[in-house]
């Protein structure tokens, strides 16, 4: 009741307000102005503080607070400088950090597969085999577990949000029995990634996928091949190489959309719901974004549907569910008869 009086309280002074006094912008066309206001002024400083950021300084390395700091590494923070020696010692553990090197006086990103090095008093650029952060087995043999070494395998290419990364896959080889482990497809979905191939040549992280399937959502018109390009200048952005292959990601997008769910089933989770049907309606195809009179046309044999039955159900099914209902509906007939 209080709340009642208090708005009419409020729909009186309104009305017995002279509107010729007010000024011609409401105030919610006040807020955004100011705001627009308050980023013109800031925007020299914001300039500084750009180039400030871009400032070599001479910083002693984070980690063994001797040497002479030569690298950089934001993901890092708060101990985000490295001298050569540490820089090593721990991106071995975290290839998929991007670092930046001061030894040519600006910072320059530089892949996981190069490092500096100290030599002749000067730091120079030579190559590593960076193998791909994947979950190890507790024990690979019946022997003690400390007698592990880890070698690398054949190479593999990584796929993330930052791009594409050039590895190797970890071999762990046990020092007394000589047996060794290398991972599987089973493992490399364990460790978060999907893959590319049946070979597994390519790997996708898993959050990728549910990046792209979120971007698809909010935004039905983007391409795969205008996500992948991104993902291609994500790679040259922070000094790496190679492209993404498109075809292969839609492949591997598709069938890990098809497989989530069916483990969603299995393990009755929460329910599928039809994004056309729920309160914020996107856009959908009935066909599936398959395109599938193109393939009529083409003659192709290739199915091209890979949730058959989810959206539609199949003519055998509805036959079937038909002559059931006539067959009940006859025993009802011949009973009441």
């Keep these: 009741m209080q709340r009642l009086e208090d708005l009419l309280r409020d729909s009186e002074s309104i009305?017995?307000?002279?509107?010729?006094?007010?000024?011609?912008?409401?105030?919610?066309?006040q807020r955004p102005k100011g705001a627009q206001q308050c980023w013109q002024q800031a925007r020299p400083q914001n300039i500084h503080n750009l180039l400030s950021a871009e400032n070599i300084v001479q910083m002693k390395c984070n980690h063994c607070h001797v040497t002479e700091a030569i690298i950089h590494c934001r993901e890092c923070l708060p101990s985000e400088w490295f001298c050569a020696e540490c820089d090593?010692?721990?991106?071995?553990?975290?290839?998929?950090?991007?670092?930046?090197?001061?030894?040519?006086g600006f910072y320059k990103y530089i892949p996981p597969t190069e490092f500096v090095k100290l030599h002749d008093d000067k730091y120079i650029i030579c190559e590593q085999d960076c193998v791909l952060p994947t979950a190890f087995p507790?024990?690979?043999?019946?022997?003690?577990?400390?007698?592990?070494?880890?070698?690398?395998?054949?190479?593999?290419?990584?796929?993330c949000i930052n791009g594409r990364y050039n590895l190797h896959v970890p071999v762990l080889t046990c020092k007394h029995c000589n047996k060794q482990w290398a991972p599987e497809v089973s493992d490399f979905v364990r460790s978060g990634y999907w893959p590319g191939t049946m070979q597994a040549q390519t790997l996708f992280h898993q959050d990728l996928f549910h990046s792209f399937e979120a971007m698809k959502t909010t935004a039905p018109g983007m391409s795969v091949k205008a996500f992948t390009a991104m993902l291609d200048q994500?790679?040259?952005?922070?000094?790496?190489t190679g492209k993404v292959n498109a075809d292969a990601f839609q492949r591997s997008f598709l069938q890990f959309v098809y497989c989530n769910p069916e483990e969603d089933q299995i393990l009755e989770k929460e329910p599928f719901v039809c994004?056309?049907?729920?309160?914020?309606?996107v856009a959908v195809s009935v066909e599936s974004n398959r395109k599938l009179y193109r393939f009529q046309k083409a003659n192709q044999s290739e199915e091209p549907g890979f949730f058959d039955g989810v959206f539609l159900s199949q003519d055998s099914e509805v036959s079937s569910f038909v002559e059931e209902v006539r067959g009940a509906v006859k025993s009802v007939s011949f009973q009441s008869g």
């Design 138 to 159: 507790q024990n690979i043999c019946s022997c003690d577990a400390g007698d592990v070494a880890i070698s690398v395998g054949r190479s593999i290419i990584l796929v």
């Design 275 to 281: 994004p056309a049907c729920s309160p914020e309606m």
């Design 88 to 104: 090593q010692l721990v991106h071995k553990r975290h290839t998929l950090h991007s670092r930046q090197t001061t030894m040519y």
């Design 15 to 29: 009305d017995g307000q002279d509107f010729s006094q007010q000024p011609s912008l409401s105030s919610w066309c």
């Design 234 to 240: 994500r790679t040259k952005r922070f000094g790496r």
